[in-house]
C-alpha cells in the first residue's frame, strides 16, 4: 500500500538559510500534519491542514511556513535556519472527510540539520 | 489543554519476559488513544488504536493496550518481548472533535536482551 512520501530525506544547511520540506499524503488523504522531532524527545506537533486549508496551529516558529496544494501534497518552508530547528521532520496524513476517527499515518521523515 | 504522561523512559527486558509500558493521559472530553513505534532511524508506525467501544484492543505484533477510563490510562501490554521488539515506544492522544492533532508523551526506550 502507498505510505506517506517525504522529501528530501536528509537535508544540510547552515544558519540563516532557508529550505524546503515536501509531503506528499496517502491517496485520497485529505488531512496532512506537520510534526518536529527533536533529538532525544517527542514529535510535537506544528501546523496540519484539511482540505487545502489551515486547520490546526501548534508550536510552529513564525519563520516557518506551510500550505497544502490542490493535489494534497503539503511544503513546509522554513527561513533564517537557526541551529535549534535541527530535528527531524514528519509529515503525517489521515482521512478526515467524513468526520470518522482515523489514524495518521507517518512518513520516513527528513532530518534536517544545521551547521 | 491535553497531555500525555509515560513513566518509563528505558525499560530493559530479557526475551519471553512480558511487558507493560504505562501511559496516563490529561483530556477534557472524548478522547482517541494511540501507541506507536519508533524502530531506530525509522519513521512512527501504529501499533494500535482505540477510539471507543471495547476498551481491549489489539494490534500488530502481538501487542495489546487496556483503556480504563477511570484511571485515565492506556497501558501497552505483551506477554513474551522479542528481540525485534526493541525501539522506542510512543502514546498518544487526540480529540474526538476537529482537533485531530496527536499529543505525544516522551516516549518510552525498550531494550530486549537477546
Known amino acids: 500500500a502507498a505510505g506517506v512520501i517525504q522529501s528530501p530525506r536528509h537535508l544540510i544547511k547552515e544558519k540563516r538559510e532557508t529550505a524546503t520540506l515536501k509531503c506528499y499524503p496517502i491517496?485520497?488523504?485529505?488531512?496532512v500534519y506537520w510534526y518536529q522531532q527533536g533529538p532525544g524527545q517527542d514529535p510535537q506537533f506544528l501546523i496540519s491542514f484539511y482540505e487545502k486549508m489551515q486547520s490546526d496551529k501548534g508550536s510552529i516558529p513564525d519563520r516557518f511556513s506551510a500550505q497544502q496544494f490542490s493535489d494534497y501534497h503539503s511544503e513546509l518552508n522554513m527561513s533564517s535556519l537557526e541551529l535549534g530547528d535541527s530535528a527531524l521532520y514528519f509529515c503525517?496524513?489521515?482521512?478526515?472527510?467524513?468526520?470518522?476517527?482515523?489514524?495518521?499515518?507517518f512518513g520516513d521523515g527528513t532530518r534536517l540539520s544545521i551547521l | 489543554a491535553q497531555s500525555v504522561s509515560q513513566h518509563n523512559h528505558h525499560v530493559i527486558l530479557s526475551e519471553a519476559a512480558s511487558l507493560e509500558l504505562g501511559c496516563n493521559y490529561s483530556y477534557g472530553g472524548t478522547v482517541n488513544l494511540f501507541w506507536y513505534v519508533q524502530y531506530p532511524g525509522q519513521h512512527l508506525q501504529l501499533l494500535l488504536k482505540?477510539?471507543?467501544?471495547?476498551?481491549l484492543v489489539k494490534g500488530i505484533k502481538g501487542f495489546e493496550a487496556e483503556f480504563i477510563k477511570s484511571k485515565f490510562s492506556f497501558n501497552l501490554r505483551k506477554p513474551s518481548v522479542q528481540w525485534s521488539d526493541t525501539a522506542e515506544y510512543f502514546c498518544a492522544v487526540n480529540g474526538g472533535g476537529s482537533a485531530r492533532q496527536l499529543t505525544f508523551g516522551s516516549g518510552t526506550q525498550l531494550t530486549v536482551l537477546p
Open positions: 503525517a496524513s489521515s482521512y478526515t472527510g467524513d468526520r470518522s476517527n482515523q489514524p495518521q499515518h
Open positions: 491517496p485520497r488523504h485529505d488531512t
Open positions: 482505540y477510539f471507543s467501544g471495547d476498551p
